[in-house]
């Protein structure tokens, strides 16, 4: 099925958009975050998780709030809008 040019654009552009931003997470990612003094690691990328494969982690929030509740990595929410409980750290617990 051939899709009218409208939407071959629209189709093309998201791809093209998406293939981008995951191509900035791993450029981002290729340069490691190190550790601060206590073990958080800050996070600013939008559109993937943290690379520390099936760890356990707490997290920081933009509104300086933590939750001290150990969840696997792939488990929290890590997308980006502004809002007060967008992860801004995390640390490795297990």
């Not at 996070?43 to 520390?52: F, L, R, T």
């Not at 933009?62 to 007060?84: C, F, I, K, S, Y």
């Amino acid at each position: 099925m051939k899709l009218p040019e409208p939407m071959k654009q629209l189709s093309d552009d998201y791809i093209r958009g998406w293939n981008e931003c995951l191509q900035a997470v791993r450029d981002l990612n290729n340069t490691e975050e190190k550790p601060d003094a206590d073990g958080w690691i800050p996070w600013s990328y939008a559109c993937d998780y943290p690379h520390v494969s099936d760890s356990l982690v707490i997290v920081r929030f933009r509104d300086g709030t933590q939750n001290n509740n150990p969840h696997l990595v792939h488990e929290w929410v890590w997308r980006h809008d502004d809002a007060e409980d967008d992860i801004v750290a995390y640390k490795v617990v297990g």
